[in-house]
């Protein structure tokens, strides 16, 4: 039953085909036209995606320089705090001497060695001992 009707609906499609086509089925000419008007939709239609995506860069790149135009007022402020910020960080290690014990100030505030010894990784602090002879130990 399933194949009758497919068959029927395919009789029904090359019938149309054959009343739209003029009873017969298009030449290598027409297949030939077919493939260049084919091929000028696809790239008019990319032409048109690509000035799209242009359109959207471009709009995209006036709301960033807008933005970032008015927000140099502000970007200027976070940066003269962040000097003043460092400046400050930098006068309160200067200020602390290295011979207070545990290190820490009267304030609390942690303070730097006065010698370090060793490298400090991420916060690890990797200790090199050197031997008898003055020679690092393999590890």
């Known amino acids: 039953m399933q ?46 995606s690509l000035f799209f995506v242009l359109a959207a860069v471009v709009l995209g790149l006036a709301a960033w320089g807008w933005l970032w ?10 940066e003269a705090l962040n000097r003043q910020a460092m400046h400050r960080a930098g006068s309160d290690w200067s200020t602390q001497s290295g011979t207070e014990s545990a290190g820490a100030s009267e304030s609390g505030a942690r303070q730097r ?22 020679e690092v130990p393999p590890r």
Do not use: Y
């Open 3 to 48: 194949a009758e009707d497919r068959n029927s609906r395919q009789n029904e499609a090359n019938t149309l085909f054959l009343k739209l086509g003029g009873g017969r089925p298009p030449g290598p000419f027409a297949k030939a036209l077919g493939a260049v008007v084919a091929v000028l939709l696809f790239g008019a239609a990319l032409m048109f």
């Open 69 to 78: 135009w008015k927000t140099r007022r502000v970007r200027r402020e976070f």
């Open 113 to 134: 060695p006065s010698s370090a010894s060793g490298v400090v990784i991420e916060g690890e602090v990797i200790a090199v001992e050197s031997g008898r002879d003055g």
